[in-house]
């Protein structure tokens, strides 16, 4: 399970790692009442076992009692890049999908408030959810894309990546300053308002702009 799809071309790519941006959507960071203030992105890791590709299906973690989805734009890196200017971080970038960051929010909150790790809020096994990936070269404005995710057929997100307080290339330059960036790696890059929780039986939709649309079934 841990590879990503690359269309149109039906590439089948091994992932390494998979690295998070949290608190990267100015209606989420509100939504949220997060009072901290970061003068860089704030980073995390999952490994590449969390992956789950649709229809699924996906289950949760048994130690949470409150794990909830959030929808975001994904980013598949094509090559090998360490301390990466932003000017040159957009062609790192071979395709661009969507995804589901699955959080166990009261296992988060719990860490948060003793300052641990998030490893188990966000690291476990099916906490994250992708879709294919189409070629960067079908989309000609990153900082303008709208996706959005669907819960058993309602609307419960709704996000545009000019919501961003991170651009993408600001991103992947301060993640590759950190650690360095191979091909296959996936950048989630931070979800909008609209979080809630995640039920058995559940069905999420994941849509980016009129390219993608891909269902999953928790268990």
Do not use: C
């Amino acid at each position: 399970m841990t590879y990503a799809v690359l269309k149109p071309v039906e590439k089948v790519i091994d992932v390494p790692k998979i690295v998070g941006v949290g608190h990267n959507y100015k209606d989420r960071y509100k939504e949220a009442k997060y009072t901290d203030v970061h003068l860089h992105p704030v980073i995390f890791l999952k490994p590449s076992q969390a992956i789950v590709h649709s229809p699924g299906p996906v289950e949760r973690p048994f130690y949470s009692a409150q794990v909830e989805f959030e929808a975001e734009v994904t980013l598949l890196i094509g090559s090998e890049a360490r301390n990466v200017e932003e000017r040159e971080a957009m062609g790192l970038i071979a395709g661009v999908g969507v995804g589901v960051d699955l959080t166990a929010r009261d296992v988060l909150d719990d860490a948060r408030r003793e300052g641990r790790a998030w490893t188990e809020a966000k690291g476990f096994d099916n906490s994250a959810l992708i879709s294919h990936f189409v070629s960067v070269l079908h989309f000609p404005r990153l900082d303008k894309l709208d996706f959005r995710l669907y819960q058993n057929g309602i609307l419960r997100q709704k996000g545009n990546t000019s919501g961003m307080i991170y651009s993408i290339p600001e991103i992947i330059s301060y993640i590759s300053s950190i650690m360095t960036l191979q091909p296959g790696d996936i950048i989630f890059t931070g979800t909008p308002s609209g979080v809630g929780p995640v039920h058995s039986g559940d069905r999420l939709l994941i849509e980016l702009e009129t390219e993608i649309s891909e269902e999953f079934l928790v268990i």
